[in-house]
């Protein structure tokens, strides 16, 4: 059973830097694309960062050149780099994984983590 954590989440000054990790464990026999989503309470989940098997990467338009999201295969791990961090960007951020199976005869399934809380305030 494959199983995604966060962490790194916390308070951070407007314009302060973050970094968010986050780790599948459990047996694994592949994960494709990985990603990050937030949640602002009244608001919608939204697409932060994706990246692919192959490190193709997707950003929203509100964090391009802000956020880095980058992954270590060997590791099942994603992370996400947040610099010149704005109030905007305070939410319960999630981490994604899609098209996981723990083994070959599995069928492909999406998990998310538990979420981690992100506020940037003064």
């Known amino acids: 059973q494959v199983q995604l954590v966060e962490s790194g989440g916390g308070l951070v000054q407007p314009g302060g830097s973050l970094s968010l990790s986050c780790a599948a464990s459990?047996?694994?026999?592949?994960?494709?694309?990985m990603g990050w989503y937030r949640q602002a309470p009244g608001k919608q989940r939204e697409l932060v960062a994706a990246i692919t098997n192959g490190g193709r990467t997707r950003y929203a338009d509100s964090v391009k050149g802000r956020f880095t999201i980058s992954r270590d295969n060997a590791k099942n791990t994603v992370y996400l780099q947040m610099n010149s961090l704005k109030p905007e960007d305070t939410a319960v951020y999630y981490c994604?994984?899609?098209?996981?199976?723990?083994?070959?005869?599995?069928?492909?399934?999406?998990?998310w983590g538990q979420g981690t809380q992100v506020t940037v305030s003064s």
């Open positions: 459990g047996s694994i026999f592949s994960i494709n694309d």
């Open positions: 994604n994984a899609e098209g996981v199976r723990g083994t070959w005869y599995e069928p492909m399934r999406s998990i």
